[in-house]
C-alpha cells in the first residue's frame, strides 16, 4: 500500500482527502499543526512516504510553511512535495522553497494520483 503524508491543520481536507485516496489504497498519515511537524519529523518515518502534501498556511492566512519544506529537504527527503493551498500565489511560495508540484486544494486528489501515477 502506498503511503503519503499531509501536513495540513483543516481537518474536514484531510478526511476528505484520505476518502477519497482509500479507493485507491493509498494510506494518509496526517500532521495538523507545526509544532507537531517538528515532532513528526524527529521519527525519520516520514521518509518512508512516497509523496507530501504541504499546506501553505499551517495555521492563518499567510504562507508560513516555507521553512518546514526547507527542513525536510535537508534532512534528506528526494521524494515529491506537492504545495496545496486554496491560492495559486501560495503555492507557488513553497515552490520556491523545494516544493516539486503545487495544485488547488480542490484538485489535489486528482495531482496526487498523477503525481504517483495512480489510476483514480
Keep these: 500500500m502506498i503511503k503519503i503524508l499531509i501536513f495540513d ?3 474536514d481536507f484531510i478526511t476528505s482527502v484520505t476518502r477519497a485516496l ?6 494518509v498519515v496526517s500532521v495538523h499543526s507545526l509544532q507537531n511537524a517538528d515532532s513528526y519529523l524527529k521519527l525519520d518515518t ?5 509523496l507530501i502534501v504541504m499546506d501553505a498556511c499551517m495555521p492563518g492566512n499567510k504562507p508560513n510553511t516555507m ?3 526547507e527542513k525536510i529537504i535537508a534532512m534528506g527527503y528526494k521524494k515529491p512535495i506537492i504545495a496545496a493551498s486554496s491560492k495559486e500565489e501560495y503555492s507557488q511560495v ?3 522553497a523545494g516544493a516539486t508540484h503545487y495544485s488547488t486544494k480542490a484538485g489535489i486528489v486528482g495531482e496526487i494520483l498523477k503525481v504517483l501515477e495512480v489510476n483514480g
Design 46 to 50: 516520514f521518509k518512508e512516504t512516497e
Design 22 to 27: 482509500k479507493k485507491c489504497e493509498i494510506r
Design 94 to 96: 513553497l515552490v520556491k
Design 9 to 11: 491543520d483543516d481537518l
Design 67 to 69: 521553512s518546514l519544506i
